[in-house]
């Protein structure tokens, strides 16, 4: 088969049809400039986009060739100049570099936007996935489509395609590209792999090599999948997992349910070995007990663990205040409704989630207590405290809304004069 027939139909494996209008990635090396060159030869409607990204002295003439390379194919081109923040210079590079990319097939009306990815590529990813020790989904490499942002999603229809098959397609044919001079250092973890590990895999496995590395990545992705379906089943709402349907499982299953469960919920947060296990040992803690990490929060509920990223809640709803014509002589309040002394409430009133270290007055005892205790004693979950409204008067707590009122505004023998408040919670989902 063809290279051109091999790349018609991983673009069609990826969703993308004859007429499906395309942006593709184009940097000026081998592999974007034998995806373009392909896909007009295979008549897709295509733009090309080269995104600069300053790093190095004559990048602007990777664009030049770009855009004249365009030219003479008569297809549209663009070109995006971004900035790179300092840090980890390639996260930060790939970054930008999709944004630009999403914004550039937005404005010229393509869905798609495909990348001249190699089985080579897919190789070195899953290998520095080993190195640094990653997971399944870190075996998984790069799978061959996903959303890129609202409205495009990113192609990769060359994903079994070996380096050494695109520049020899580019040589018989006579193509021109351009090498990127940053490929050569070792500074960066992929170029080193790519100079000295790949030609030894090569040595022992043949010119083939790479491909059977992207064919297990492949697996792996299948594999993903087979986990995400059994956090499905273990859980009974969105982060949180039944102990017993965990205890079910075997160690190596937990630990992959358990590592899913934290890309899903908390995507921030490194899912090293050292917290999967953490978590594993919360199935035998006590109810209350908790891990907590860089961007996430789990407790052991009774039956359950329930995640929760650690985030401010946002709490939906209003606080409608009522003066009321007279002191009542009995106060029928519900839950989300209380009677205050008007005169006692002088300042600004505020509403927000309940945080840690918020205390209260309660109206009938003595002292103060920390809202915590209060919702521990109430019985509220230690996760669905976060979702807790309180009520405050010139920064002071007076009204944990549905559990306590403060004693310094409730209405006491001297009140001329009360108001209702009343806590009108938005319906979730809304």
Request: charged fraction near 25%; proline fraction near 4%; hydrophobic fraction near 45%.
């Amino acid at each position: 088969m063809t290279l051109a027939a091999r790349v018609r139909d991983g673009l069609r494996a990826c969703g993308v049809g004859p007429a499906g209008r395309v942006l593709v990635a184009a940097s000026a090396g081998a592999d974007s400039t034998v995806l373009l060159r392909t896909l007009v030869g295979l008549g897709q409607p295509v733009v090309a986009c080269h995104v600069d990204h300053g790093l190095r002295e004559g990048s602007a003439a990777d664009g030049d060739f770009v855009a004249t390379l365009a030219a003479d194919l008569g297809v549209g081109a663009d070109r995006v100049a971004v900035a790179v923040a300092p840090g980890n210079v390639q996260a930060q590079a790939r970054a930008v570099r999709y944004r630009a990319l999403a914004e550039a097939a937005r404005r010229h009306g393509c869905p798609f936007v495909a990348t001249g990815h190699t089985a080579d590529d897919q190789a070195e990813t899953v290998l520095a996935a080993l190195v640094r020790g990653a997971g399944l989904r870190g075996l998984a490499g790069m799978p061959s489509t996903r959303p890129l942002s609202e409205g495009v999603t990113l192609v990769r229809p060359m994903l079994d395609v070996l380096r050494a098959e695109v520049e020899a397609e580019a040589e018989s044919n006579g193509w021109a590209w351009r090498d990127d001079p940053s490929n050569t250092t070792e500074a960066y973890r992929r170029n080193w792999l790519r100079r000295n590990v790949m030609p030894l895999l090569r040595s022992q496995g043949g010119e083939d090599v790479a491909r059977r590395v992207a064919a297990s990545a492949a697996t792996a992705r299948a594999s993903v999948g087979l986990v995400r379906r059994t956090l499905a089943s273990v859980s009974d709402a969105p982060g949180r997992v039944r102990l017993g349907a965990l205890s079910g499982l075997s160690g190596e299953e937990r630990g992959l349910v358990l590592a899913e469960a934290v890309a899903q919920w908390a995507p921030d947060a490194v899912r090293s070995r050292a917290l999967l296990d953490r978590l594993a040992a919360l199935l035998g803690a006590e109810v209350g007990a908790r891990v907590e990490a860089a961007g996430l929060r789990v407790w052991r509920e009774a039956d359950a663990l329930r995640f929760d990223t650690g985030s401010t809640a946002e709490i939906a709803g209003r606080l409608v205040v009522t003066p009321l014509d007279a002191v009542p002589d009995t106060f029928d309040s519900g839950p989300s409704e209380e009677t205050v002394d008007a005169d006692r409430v002088e300042g600004d009133v505020d509403v927000r989630a309940w945080q840690e270290g918020d205390r209260i007055r309660p109206h009938g005892m003595e002292g103060s207590q920390l809202v915590s205790d209060l919702l521990r004693d109430r019985g509220v979950a230690r996760a669905d405290r976060a979702r807790v409204p309180v009520v405050l008067v010139d920064g002071e707590v007076a009204w944990v809304v549905g559990h306590r009122l403060a004693a310094f505004v409730a209405v006491h023998p001297e009140t001329r004069r009360a108001a209702r408040w009343a806590w009108h919670a938005e319906p979730e989902g809304r």
